[in-house]
């Protein structure tokens, strides 16, 4: 292909009829043809125009009395119109011919399939983790119970990084089967331990704790102080080669895991095991009961038909008032009630206590705590739901007399419903959310009341969605449901698909300690890693790891996928070994977005003066169970959900807990409602509360619960998977485990995508998922399952097999 060179602009211009270059001698009238040569040399000799040649060149002068009409130029060759009319038809023929013969070759040819290849489509490859084995041993049952100490681990055992499974041979096969129903007949499925009421409770009767913080008081169910809610019972050991958690370690925590508990001791007392008639659930009166009745020796099953849990939780505090604070003022709702100047406000009168003898009074004050579990008007309760709901108010706030009090904070999704205009709407609403038994627990909000609280917030529309919606804004109603509760020192934030197979005191008073113990060096590089005991060894060395990887960086290959900060002499994008630095004190945002507050975490000391002592003792303004990793980098989708901050040298410091239960301290959210309403600062729920904590110096800890695989995945291998950022860490890089590759959190029992959780809860509950687990399996294996205590999320709708008394006999 020849390309056209650029012409110069004086190739546009007219030729001039004063140069003999740009004549045209085929368009000049002239009377015969006279030969044009043209020399450079002619253009400088000006005596050449009197030569004859050229004379000759120019056109003769027109003579006076001549014709005006120019004669025509010279024309070429036509053909006549007769032959042209014969080449046509010739050509026409000619085509009509081809034709003809193209049919009949069509008709003359024999039709055959012609089979023809095309290419295979290749199948996604499926994940590396699919394809490791699983593992057998979660469904031990309590006919096969050993002691956590001499069990022998089906994972990960003696640390192996390969496993195999030798294929059953038919000689083998054949003979199982041969005595497989003479095992049957000769089974004892009775537990081969006997189970015992677990108490995680302080000895609230001791003279040293009733010095401390004054006598407690037992709660009852109803108003005359006379019914009881059975204990949770356990059984101590574990089924035989029970596997180790992959992640996290409840033996660090303090969480005692040398036990087990079965579906009857854990939810008996609330209503598991007995029928509808009796005032239970009407779900487990089939399948493995052997030993369930032992739940209900000391103290009958509850009728919850009749229990109003509100009242009770009310009497609770009433009794033990004097071992928690005054209350302070409620607040005023000036935006409904519209009050003229500043009203005093009337405090009613707390509820009285039928007791008469005065309770003895301790030195100290029981910090107050409020789980709100967030839910939604329109929800809807399975049997399994209430007994959740049942077992979190009996052990957190009945059995610690007072210590957590239960809301349920109701998102009214239906913006047709107008809560805030019509009292009686309201009383509707929040009446009809929530079940009978549980009425007078709930507080009622809905996304338009936030964008009142919290106007002026720039809307970025992230994923279509509002500022001011729970998806992305999952805190606001938390943090104005803190200010108007100013009573409670901490927040659960919690959700309605959690669920836990131990005790919910034992869980949140050991996290809350062990939290506290935390010294603040190099806390945050340890927030942000997974913990593996099989490949990091003891809590120490996994802390000297870490110091060791912060100060001197790794050699991993991720780091090239780290971020690149512009205008950071230190790439962190380079494949050279390097260091981070450590974060001390509060990491601050551009200096036009810095809002100080009180009680922020400044450091009394440099980090190299301090030895692990700052912050030990100091209760944690943040606790959650997933790492506060690094987003930046990361291919997480709601990194940039920033709203209100100063991006001109990029985005703010940040990080992120995927999913949001987590306890929060009032100073926490309280800062985080302060910047909301007067900086108007926001980010994704799942960055707000971390970053918050981040920028004041907040004390946050990632507590390394245990968390089990349902795959044998090779423990070092699991490791660089999880902990795939930069330099060791599970964020600051592409290649983190959250963003792209959260898959790897399908077979864990504690992401917001896991398979594994909700199917576990299941088959222990005696269900069969994925033709595994039922009742036949547990008649013809080990007897029901028997768990230790974990930590499940999510657990959804729940269909239990309910026997409502009307077709069998009741038990």
Known sequence: MTVQARRHSAAYKAPSPYNTRDADIEKQPSAGRHTYRHH???DSDDDSLDEPNVAASYPPPVVAGGSLRRPGGVVGFRVPQRIMRWLCFALFAALVVFILTLFRFTLSASVSQVTVELPKVVAAKPPQWESFPFLSRYEGGISALVARSSNVPEYPGDGSEEFTVRPETDEEKQEAQKQEPKAKRDKDLHPNMASSVFNPYPDYKSPEYIKKYGEKRECFLNPENTLRVPSVQSYPGVPNGFPEPALGSNTILGIQDDMCFDRFGRLGPYGFGYGAKKGGSGAGLDGHRDGADSV???????????????????????????????????????????????????????????????PQIGSERVSRTAVVIRTWHDFNYTPEDIMYMRSVISELSLMSGGEYTIHFLVHVKDTNLQIWSDDETYQRVLRDSLPEEFRGMGTLWSEPQMALMYPGLEETWMRDLPIHGVYRSTYMPMQYFAFQHPEYDYFWNWEMDARYTGHWYHLFDKVGEWAKKQPRKGLWERNARFYVPSVHGSWEDFRQMVRVQTESGTNSANNMWSAVKGGDPNVRGSMHQQGDRSIWGPERPDERDIFEVEGEGIPPTSMDKDQYQWGVGEEADLVVFNPLYDPEGTTWLLRDDVTGYNREKGMPPRRTAIITASRISKKLLTTMHRECALKRHSMFSEMWPATTALHHGFKAVFVPHAVYVDRRWPSRYLESVFNAGRNGASGGARTSIFGDREHNFRGTTWFYSAGFSPNLWRRWLGLRVDNDGGEQRELAGEGRMCLPPMLLHPVKEVNMIIDDGEHAEDR
């Open 296 to 358: 209900w020796e000391d103290v009958p099953p509850v009728d919850f038909r009749t229990v109003d849990w509100a009242g009770a939780q009310n009497r609770c505090h009433a009794a033990n008032r004097h071992r928690f604070n005054e209350l302070p003022e409620p607040r005023l709702n000036n935006f409904v009630s519209m009050p003229m100047g500043i009203p005093k406000v009337n405090i009613p009168p707390p509820a009285e206590d039928s007791r008469q003898e005065p």
């Open 40 to 42: 450079p040399s002619d």
